[in-house]
T-cell receptor, first 112, second 113 residues
Framework: DVKVTQSSRYLVKRTGEKVFLECVQD?????MFWYRQDPGLGLRLIYF???????EKGDIPEGYSVSREKKERFSLILESASTNQTSMYLC???????????FGPGTRLLVL | DAKTTQPNSMESNEEEPVHLPCNHS???????IHWYRQLPSQGPEYVIH???SNVNNRMASLAIAEDRKSSTLILHRATLRDAAVYYC??????????????FGQGTELSVKP
């Protein structure tokens, strides 16, 4: 079974802190994605990556950056966390030829 | 980007069929129609997808209109475990780079015993 794991299920940070959210997949997938999910807004794509060291902006990249140094790992970075980044963050992976994205369980981030 | 429109919520009785509608009037010829669902406190999971023809798998069936401007996810016998938010999604094909999913608002399905 495909497994996508995220480093934390719950995280509490203070405004201005640098925050790292880690995502690891075990299926050698080329594609990896970061979404955030907010009530009434659904899932929105932040960044995605089609290969190591490659990244593409999604629909709401402002305030975020990403890193993909290894194929299995895709990190989302909040350089200076703000309260409006309080949200559920979901990572997903998929093969370049596949139709399916596999999602992790999510990280619920609270920024105080 | 192409968008989808779904009812906010639907109710079903256990062991009855459920038809979840989705409109995607601005779909382009290469966009695949995907359905995912999200159970409480979990990430979304894949249900089914199609391009032009109707599709069946062990979880559900997907009926696609001839003009592709709408589709319907069919759960043949709803169970309590099918209570979830169902997302109708268009998969945008980017040549040689896989595709990204454009999520809509989803339909919250409740199943009554």
């Amino acid at each position: 079974d495909v497994k996508v794991t995220q480093s934390s299920r719950y995280l509490v940070k203070r405004t201005g802190e640098k925050v790292f959210l880690e995502c690891v997949q075990d299926m050698d997938h080329e594609n990896m994605f970061w979404y955030r999910q907010d009530p009434g807004l659904g899932l929105r794509l932040i960044y995605f990556s089609y290969d190591v060291k490659m990244k593409e902006k999604g629909d709401i990249p402002e305030g975020y950056s990403v890193s993909r140094e290894k194929k299995e790992r895709f990190s989302l970075i909040l350089e200076s966390a703000s309260t409006n980044q309080t949200s559920m963050y979901l990572c997903a992976s998929g093969s370049i030829f596949g139709e399916t994205q596999y999602f992790g369980p999510g990280t619920r981030l609270l920024v105080l | 980007d192409a968008k989808t429109t779904q009812p906010n919520s639907m109710e079903s009785n256990e062991e009855e069929p459920v038809h979840l509608p989705c409109n995607h009037s601005t779909i382009s010829g290469t966009d695949y129609i995907h359905w995912y669902r999200q159970l409480p406190s979990q990430g979304p999971e894949y249900v089914i997808h199609g391009l032009t023809s109707n599709v069946n798998n062990r979880m559900a069936s997907l009926a696609i209109a001839e003009d592709r401007k709408s589709s319907t996810l069919i759960l043949h016998r709803a169970t309590l475990r099918d209570a979830a938010v169902y997302y109708c999604i268009l998969r945008v094909v980017v040549y040689n780079q896989g595709g990204k999913l454009i999520f809509g608002q989803g339909t919250e399905l409740s199943v009554k015993p």
